[in-house]
C-alpha cells in the first residue's frame, strides 16, 4: 500500500501540473517522497513484526544477536592471527614494506576458508555454488 499510495502521489503531482491547478516542481519532491517510502515501508515491517505478531520476534532478534556476535567473534579472531602470521612472515624473511602485511592476510584468509566451508554447509545445507550435492564433495 505505501508504494502504491506514493505512486499515486507522483500521478496526483502530474494531474496537477497537467490541469495548471498548480505549479508543483516535482523534481524537488521526489527525494522526499521516496525517503518518506522507504521509512514508511520499514515501520510497516516493524509494526508487523513486533506489535501484530506476523514473525516472532524473539526468533529475530536472537538469530540477529547471534550472527551479530559471531560475525565480530570471526573479525577479531581474524585480525589476531592475522597480526600473529604477518610478524612472523616479517621476522623470518625481514619484509620491510606492506608485502607481509598482505601475505599475512592471504595466508590467514586461506587456513580459515576450509572452516568457513564446513560452517556454511552447517548453516545453510550449501556448500559453494549453492548445490548441496556439491557440498560433500567439496
Not at 42 to 63: P, Q
Amino acid at each position: 500500500m505505501v508504494f502504491v499510495a506514493t505512486e499515486l502521489i507522483f500521478y496526483a503531482m502530474d494531474a496537477v501540473n497537467a490541469l495548471q491547478i498548480f505549479d508543483i516542481n516535482r523534481e524537488s519532491w521526489v527525494p522526499w517522497l521516496h525517503l518518506a517510502m522507504v521509512w514508511a515501508t520499514l515501520l510497516c515491517i516493524v509494526l508487523a513484526i513486533f506489535y501484530k505478531g506476523a514473525f516472532d520476534s524473539r526468533l529475530v532478534l536472537r538469530r540477529t544477536t547471534v550472527a551479530s556476535a559471531a560475525g565480530a567473534l570471526a573479525v577479531v579472531i581474524f585480525i589476531t592471527m592475522e597480526t600473529a602470521v604477518t610478524e612472523t612472515l616479517e621476522g623470518v624473511f625481514g619484509f620491510e614494506s606492506r608485502v607481509g602485511t598482505i601475505a599475512g592476510g592471504v595466508a590467514v584468509a586461506l587456513l580459515l576458508r576450509p572452516i568457513t566451508d564446513r560452517i556454511d554447509r552447517r548453516l545453510g545445507g550449501k556448500g559453494r555454488g549453492g548445490n548441496p550435492a556439491m557440498a560433500d564433495s567439496v
